[in-house]
């Protein structure tokens, strides 16, 4: 049934005309509220904060403003066709999951409860290596729902080699490398409040169940949490890689690879030249570097310079269907959403995510068929007018 | 008196001198905050909402800020001729109630209230085909009125034929035929509360009182009303037309024939191939596509390519007479009005809305006055500057 | 004392040292605050509002931070001297009071007090013809200070030479006609007050005290004064004259004639081929028509296409001694002040009037001083960068 | 350690886990809220306050937000070197606190405790002529730290002589010579409060404490303070210099010298001529001229024009470290911050001042490093993108 998404919006009408209102709402800026509310605040300012000033997060927003569609008439849109397929990966939108880590702070049942929600909906789930649930435990509750894995990039070749198999074999078909949290941005929200999770043993479930890592540790997992913590961090974070160091990465994974954090075209080329299967544009949704462009304004020179020899994701503010359609129309093949499904998750475990990711799809199918368009191969720059 | 708009003003002054004033305000911004007041939550945002995030809205507002008039002095504009013929109707402005469906959500005398408002004033209406008052009832409110028939398109080509067969009998003059809400925008309020008036067998007057529907229902009126309600939105939604389908129209329709709902120039083109005789630049007071351009922005080109070849008229977002006159002077042979006059019939029916078509008609008479024009005919884009 | 005024700022400073702060703010907008809480609420919306949704005030203040000053260094400007003469009219600098009628609903010593303010600086006041107070008060009022008047023209030609002739007689030297409010604005605050202060007979002082007016009316000034308000209204409103008018005024005024209300370059060109002897460039403070262009946006093609053909005034939006000083770099060779010395006048009468003139010339000084210029004639828009 | 800025940050996590929060926000923002709730009204509207309308420290702030950095990913920045020399002083970062007077207002430690912070750093602190301590004991505080000092040019050539040599015998090494303030611009914040603090013979220290200026006086320092501090305001104020007075300063003065509050290339172009070391663009955090142009805004112009010819400092509304990264890559060599640091002597005193400091250090650090930047020299305007 081709507009299955759409449909969820007949949904909730009859549900309503049966006296049952959505648990959660369909707008994700209430969504944010409402998280707000029934988070710790400090779990709360650590998903919904961003570096600096929070110029950034901003900027991602009024991005999507200065674009606008040009909806067109009587195309016969009635049928629409959302699925595609990216990197060998079928989806039935151009829609994925973006890695979130340590969902554990907001929901118990964490990426258990995403990775059943996607795949529930065929939607594709980027699990985070800095998840609170076992690479194992996440694809088990994926069940038959595609998966790629998102890495930071261990120091020690062992350990991230030893992560890498285990993902292959879990099932993961993609890997999606973070290019740029190579240190964590600074952010006034989480200092101010002394929140780090990962200091007190959350969002640790690949690393403490890795046996390249235990090894390394030289203890038994009941011991010592503490060291295992700091020398994890220690080996996620503090040095920044070189192109030079991606045949490495390549050796460890036979899927393919895409590189999230591109936000200059020359680095779009050079990832070309890398020989990467895909990049995400991306500022990581404003939460590394304070005053930076907006990830919509680079998207579209990036789209043209890289053409097809390379798949363009893109993520970084994205909120509501025309943002999905905005960023297909100017040069992505899918995108990723972040915020949105973690308030879900916050809200209602995976019948909140759930909710949120129907609501993404319903409201991106109608943005789709009122602007006249059946497919997303059908958008390009032509549906948008600069304001 | 050709000034006659413009003496509401003082009339106004002359009442408050007497001790009155008037009842509800004369700027739109503070009618809608009393109609906030006045009305059920969920009728409210039906009326007030829009898309997705708001932001067609916001654009549709926006855009009018972009446009600046430049005052002419000394032009004798004293004897100002306001009234203008649209498509064969004469009008006393340009300016006409835009079709807005079931009223009785907001008063009960809904679209009836409406109709004698219109009409006392000589201001067309357009009849919306989801009124809560059947074609018949409102032609009679109309009286010696001026009225078109806005139309939702059903699927059954006899219950459309039946439609447009009363419509033409009872008097509508002009076909306006909505293109843009094929299927329903997303919509967060609404959504939310789970509240579409169509369910509750709203806005259905028109269709319950069809013959032909009710043959297709095969079911007396007083029977199995929600089957009624489920076939009618059935026929109404989610299935987009085509180019080729308007002979259809045609041949059931003697009169002129308006495409409601174009925003892109080459859709405007196409009307004018397609033999149409009018086109409204409007992308549906920003309720149906989210992130779409402001109406009045696509205008002005719009306009020029189409020429005078096909009459161009114009809504969303208008709420003062600066806007109509914008709206004019960029192109548009007259604009229609929708929301104010709702918030108007919210506040107080039959003369809500007099008091608010006056109000927007005195001002639309004294800012042409005050800029230094005698008609519409007068205004070109000299007469603006853009910010 | 060439800064005079920029010592206001020292007083101030050593006052605040004995114990005693001034009685109002030196901040245009804490003003307009204190006056709200002070005044009528119906006087003080007839003072601050503006026409339609108020978006021509608003323009009006932001087209002054779309220019930006760029102080000049080491250009010893320690010696300032701001006056200036501008229609034979010697002034201390190049500040005049914009004509501001029925001054009375703010202050019971109304046009008087302003008066004598102004005249203990040597600020020119215009006079308008819709105070409160008489043309031989208000003189006797300003003494030996400059004075203008200010021409809301009368349709019986008798009045209007009698109010020209009697203005002459009390030694005002210029006049200054108002071009923009031949009929009243759309302004939805005092319309929802149903408030015009003039219907109640106030700012009828001119009109109640000219012979020519009692004349007409046939009656004794005891009796009948609203057929008299009613008749002096209909004399002022409703009647847009042309340039062929413009004649008349030359015939019975023998000093400079300044067109007020001129807001595009093709009328400014005009007035100088009617051989009148300034305009002003101005929108009546957003009073009179919604939507329009903001009075300094246009300032700077008029004043080129002018060149020094004609004396440039400029009024609309000005609130600080930067404000002034822009509008002085785009050509204007003076600027009238309006609003904020009504609520000098509202709080303190006089001394209220004295407080905000001095405050905004002590501004002016020190701005001119501290972007390093002497005097009015080195103001150029080299001064100034657009945003 | 190269990042040793940067590691603030893992302080800051690793003290919340132990349960301990920063005594002070991180954030620029929130410090200012934070200093509000501290201090005396007034003494916080001197800091906080600007000239005017407060324009100018507005588009300060907007002219940040107007350039966007555009990181790169995979540049190897693991090791940063942030440390530059400018005009022979050695820092470890380009970061100068920023001339600011009159500490004691808001902590009794006043500039003592400020040198201390900033000698603790070896960040370069330039001391104001109107501190509230003497030269000698900021010195003292000072320690080894590098120490620059800034002149409010005294109209006696004896008294400004012997304020040099103090300052150069106290190891003073640069003279920053402040253009912008040779008379007080007009504030409305202070005017209103009546409140100078030098009236009250606070941040006189410089001047009580020097012998030519005593002399002057020919009275003990006991007696007759407020005879002194109007003799030291009217030798401070009123009288604007010439270029041709420089070399005045060239005399008295063996080390480098910068001109403070060059706005316009032509300046900038003449201080090359006039043979200075260096300028600081700024227009003194908007302080002085209401309506002036950014200080961001003017930088590229000005550092283009001169080249490597002059050293380009900058100040005016740097708050964050993306901040200071801007001001780099648009040409400045070093950036002066200035109310951030105030607010953390308000709330901290030498404490507050370093917190902010190594705050402000490690958000430059880390933007730096997530930008792919490997030191200041790496930055030029191509890490930047106009909004």
């Known amino acids: 049934m081709p507009d299955r998404f759409g449909y ?7 549900q309503g005309y049966g006296g049952t ?57 009635t049928e629409r066709e959302l699925d ?43 699990m985070s290596t800095a998840s609170s649930t076992s690479i194992e ?6 069940g038959e729902g595609p998966r790629w894995f998102q890495l930071y990039w261990p120091g020690d070749p062992d350990v991230c080699g030893s992560i890498l198999a285990r993902a292959r074999a879990a099932g993961f078909s993609t890997l999606v490398v973070t290019l740029d949290t190579w240190t964590l941005g600074w952010r006034p929200c989480d200092l101010d409040a002394g929140y780090l999770p990962f200091l007190r043993g959350l969002g640790m479930a690949v690393a403490f169940s890795d046996p390249a890592f235990r090894q390394l540790l030289d203890k038994p997992p009941e011991q010592d949490t503490p060291t295992a913590v700091l020398r994890w961090i220690s080996m996620i974070t503090g040095t920044d890689r070189h192109w030079s160091a991606l ?30 299967d895909g990049i995400v544009v991306s500022n990581h949704g404003g939460r590394q570097v304070d005053g930076a462009a907006a990830s919509l304004e680079v998207l579209p020179e990036i789209a043209t310079a890289v053409g097809d020899r390379i798949e363009v994701l893109f993520d970084s503010g994205v909120r509501t269907g025309a943002d999905v359609l905005k960023a297909l129309a100017l040069g992505a093949k899918a995108v990723l959403l972040g ?10 475990g995976e019948d909140g995510v759930r909710h949120v990711l129907r609501s993404v799809l319903a409201d991106l199918d109608l943005t789709m068929a009122l602007s006249g368009h059946r497919s997303p191969a059908d958008l390009t720059a032509a549906a948008l007018r600069r304001a």
Do not use: C
């Not at 890695?99 to 907001?106: A, M």
């Not at 990465?249 to 070309?272: M, N």
């Open 84 to 126: 595609t397929t990216v990197l060998g990966t079928a989806m039935p939108a151009p829609v994925l999951l973006a890695p979130v880590g340590v969902q554990s702070i907001v929901h118990p049942e964490a990426e258990s409860a995403t990775a059943r929600a996607a795949s529930a909906l065929g939607v594709p789930m980027v």
């Open 339 to 348: 915020r949105p499904y973690v308030y879900g998750l916050a809200l209602g």
């Open 8 to 14: 969820y919006q007949n949904e909730l009408y009859l």
């Open 137 to 142: 435990d996440v694809a088990q509750a994926s």
């Open 247 to 276: 045949p490495f990465l390549r050796e460890h994974w036979d899927g393919p690879i895409v590189l999230k954090g591109i936000q200059h075209v020359d680095d779009a080329r050079r990832a070309v030249d890398a020989g990467m």
């Open 21 to 77: 209102k959505p648990p959660f709402s369909t707008d994700a800026t209430k969504l944010e509220d409402s998280a707000a509310e029934v988070l710790d605040p400090e779990a709360f300012s650590y998903v919904a904060g961003g570096a600096g000033s929070g110029a950034t997060m901003r900027a991602n927003r009024e991005a999507f403003d200065r674009w606008k569609l040009v909806p067109r008439m009587l195309t016969d849109a």
